[in-house]
């Protein structure tokens, strides 16, 4: 089994945060460059999937929908299925511009995992959804009908979160990583026994507890 992570392409929230004061966050649109991004990434998809097809798993945000369109996949896409357990962490409807620094400030301060944003999630929410969704995307891959790969077209910190949750990272480490670039991807394979990492997140720490990313390659 194979599991292809892929993060959206640039959206309006990425370059004006305010966006989000005006803006719903699943209604925010790729930016001209993020169109770009996704289009520069179809060919790399297509060659990770060397042909063969690909069970395609999106969050139904406007930006990972649109991202998905503009990879131009073609019949290698055996099914597309809109899964909300892939959506972003949820900030609580339309954003005050001044609460929302309040916000970041405070989360950073509190912990990404566990701070609870008023009318919205934590981190340990999007962690528990995504569980659900791992557990259900495992028992679809063993059936024989279903390809043998799976294609996630989703965001930063829930492609983090998904990556903690399969692979049994400590929140300290979770805590650690850089979210993937916009329209980057990583490869998660299972050997039969267990999943692999073909690489590894960026880290802007070390993390406290010593604890590190493997098994990676």
Same mark, same amino acid.
């Given at each position: /089994?194979?599991?292809? @992570?892929?993060?959206?392409?640039?959206?309006?929230?990425?370059?004006?945060?305010?966006?989000?004061?005006? #803006?719903?966050?699943?209604?925010?649109?790729?930016?001209?460059?993020?169109?770009?991004?996704?289009?520069?990434?179809?060919?790399?998809? $297509?060659?990770?999937?060397?042909?063969?097809?690909?069970?395609?798993?999106?969050?139904?945000?406007?930006?990972?929908?649109?991202?998905?369109?503009?990879?131009?996949?073609?019949?290698? #896409?055996?099914? !597309?299925?809109?899964?909300?357990?892939?959506?972003?962490?949820?900030?609580?409807?339309?954003?005050?511009?001044?609460?929302?620094?309040?916000? $970041?400030?405070?989360?950073?301060?509190?912990?990404?995992?566990?701070?609870? @944003?008023?009318?919205?999630?934590?981190?340990?929410?999007?962690?528990?959804?995504?569980?659900?969704?791992?557990?259900?995307?495992?028992?679809? /891959?063993?059936?024989?009908?279903?390809?043998?790969?799976?294609?996630? #077209?989703?965001?930063?910190?829930?492609?983090?979160?998904?990556?903690?949750? @399969?692979?049994?990272?400590?929140?300290?480490?979770?805590?650690?990583?850089?979210?993937?670039?916009?329209?980057?991807?990583? #490869?998660? !394979?299972?050997?039969?026994?267990?999943?692999?990492?073909?690489?590894?997140?960026?880290?802007?720490?070390?993390?406290?507890?010593?604890?590190?990313?493997?098994?990676?390659?």
């Amino acid at each position: /089994m194979r599991i292809i @992570l892929l993060r959206h392409g640039q959206s309006l929230g990425n370059v004006d945060e305010l966006a989000y004061c005006r #803006v719903p966050d699943h209604a925010l649109p790729l930016t001209e460059l993020g169109e770009h991004q996704a289009r520069a990434a179809g060919p790399r998809i $297509k060659e990770l999937l060397d042909g063969d097809p690909a069970a395609v798993y999106v969050s139904p945000y406007v930006r990972t929908r649109a991202t998905l369109r503009h990879l131009d996949l073609g019949d290698q #896409v055996e099914r !597309t299925v809109a899964e909300p357990r892939l959506r972003e962490q949820d900030w609580g409807n339309l954003q005050d511009p001044v609460q929302q620094e309040v916000l $970041k400030h405070q989360r950073h301060a509190f912990g990404h995992f566990f701070f609870r @944003l008023p009318n919205g999630e934590s981190g340990a929410d999007v962690d528990d959804r995504l569980a659900a969704f791992l557990t259900d995307l495992e028992t679809r /891959m063993q059936d024989p009908v279903h390809p043998a790969t799976a294609l996630v #077209v989703s965001h930063g910190l829930t492609i983090r979160l998904l990556c903690r949750r @399969l692979f049994g990272w400590s929140i300290e480490l979770f805590e650690s990583l850089s979210n993937l670039e916009t329209c980057e991807d990583r #490869v998660l !394979t299972h050997d039969g026994t267990t999943w692999r990492l073909d690489r590894p997140f960026d880290q802007w720490r070390t993390s406290p507890d010593g604890e590190t990313q493997g098994p990676i390659g």
